[in-house]
């Protein structure tokens, strides 16, 4: 049974930074793509960072781009997503999400596989 669990959420203010996990269990991490997602309360799901099997290729949503740094270590099956420079727009409950594929894609709908989420509240 293919499992990720994401860590590292909190209550920090604007101008911070954080740091989240995923650790992923029950296939090949090092295989599929992987991203991270956000839904802020009353909003849809968006997307955040994905990054590519190998780590080599990276995407972002804009308005993270220069502050978010999306990463992957394969040999500890874990994902990464340092947030610096933290503003109130980006407090939402964060999701890790795994593809059936080794590519990056910023569809919602090309991930099959989800965490439980991470809440990030950032006061102002």
């Known amino acids: 049974q293919v499992r990720l669990v994401e860590s590292g959420g909190g209550l920090v203010q604007a101008g911070s930074s954080l740091s989240l996990s995923c650790l992923a269990s029950?296939?090949?991490?090092?295989?599929?793509?992987m991203g991270w997602f956000r839904q802020a309360p009353g909003k849809g799901r968006e997307f955040v960072a994905s990054?590519?099997?190998?780590?080599?290729?990276?995407q972002y949503e804009p308005s993270v781009e220069g502050r978010f740094t999306i990463s992957r270590v394969n040999a500890q099956n874990t994902l990464f997503l340092q947030m610096n420079n933290l503003n109130s727009d980006d407090t939402a409950v964060y999701y890790c999400?795994?593809?059936?594929?080794?590519?990056?894609?910023?569809?919602?709908?090309?991930?099959?596989?989800w965490g439980e989420g991470t809440q990030v509240t950032v006061s102002s």
């Open positions: 999400a795994g593809r059936n594929s080794y590519y990056t894609s910023s569809s919602l709908t090309t991930y099959e596989i």
């Open positions: 029950g296939r090949p991490f090092g295989h599929y793509g």
């Open positions: 990054i590519d099997g190998s780590g080599s290729a990276v």
